[in-house]
């Protein structure tokens, strides 16, 4: 699986959009992009999954570069309790019935009132 | 709906006494599960993950070991605590797709 790099945290103002970027220069044709995120002392929770068209849910929007070599996920409107570790994972979908999903360090957002 | 479930959630155990952490799941059949390690300010880390009943891969060596006796139950074990194996240990589940749901998890600390 390829590899990320995210920067270690981030500061947003609440009431506006919250940018984190993922770059993922290594990554296969066949790699999807995931978005999880998690709120101190608690599991980790799914946000988001694109393969090249960007994408959108009710909790975020992923924007995946042409080349798809890096995305930005973006909470449109950042609350306080958006304030947790979001993680940036590239994987292929497995040959067999088991996926493994890989967490790095990823980004600390600090959404500030 | 499905729901996954882990207890206890606080452990404070000595060093060198054993280790059972139990994770369940509700409202799935036969689920992928996956047990997880998180130190302290660090990305997570697999520890295990399972296909089936009796059925258990290992990412890391390590001082613990994992079993699934029924199809929705997954346990932790160790049978001598390091004060290595401190930390928040989650169990999470996912059908065939690319989704992980996590448990609420466990924070161990080991004296």
């Known amino acids: 699986d390829a590899k990320t790099t995210q920067p270690t945290s981030m500061d947003c103002a609440e009431g506006r959009a919250a940018n984190l970027p993922c770059n993922h220069s290594t990554i296969s044709g066949n790699e999807y992009v995931y978005w999880y995120r998690q709120i101190h002392s608690q599991g980790p929770q799914y946000i988001i999954h694109?393969?090249?068209n960007n994408e959108t849910n009710e909790m975020a929007s992923l924007i995946i570069t042409e080349d798809r070599k890096s995305s930005t996920l973006i909470l449109p409107h950042a609350t306080l309790r958006d304030t947790a570790v979001y993680y940036c994972?590239?994987?292929?979908?497995?040959?067999?019935?088991?996926?493994?999903?890989?967490f790095g360090p990823g980004t600390s957002l600090s959404v500030i009132p | 709906s499905q729901t996954i479930h882990q207890w206890p959630a606080t452990l404070v155990q000595p060093v060198g006494s054993p280790l059972s952490l139990e994770c369940t799941v509700e409202?799935?059949?036969?689920?992928?599960l996956y047990w997880y390690r998180q130190a302290a300010g660090r990305g997570l880390q697999l520890l295990f993950y399972?296909?089936?009943?009796?059925?258990i891969s290992s990412e890391v060596p390590q001082n613990l070991s994992a079993s699934r006796p029924q199809d929705r139950q997954f346990i932790l074990s160790s049978k001598k605590l390091l004060l290595s194996d401190s930390g928040f240990y989650l169990c999470?589940?996912?059908?065939?797709?690319?989704?992980?749901?996590f448990g609420p998890g466990t924070r161990l600390t080991v004296t």
């Open positions: 409202g799935t059949s036969n689920p992928n």
């Open positions: 399972s296909v089936g009943i009796g059925q």
């Open positions: 694109g393969l090249k």
């Open positions: 994972i590239v994987r292929a979908r497995q040959e067999t019935s088991y996926d493994k999903v890989i």
């Open positions: 999470a589940w996912s059908l065939v797709s690319y989704e992980q749901y």
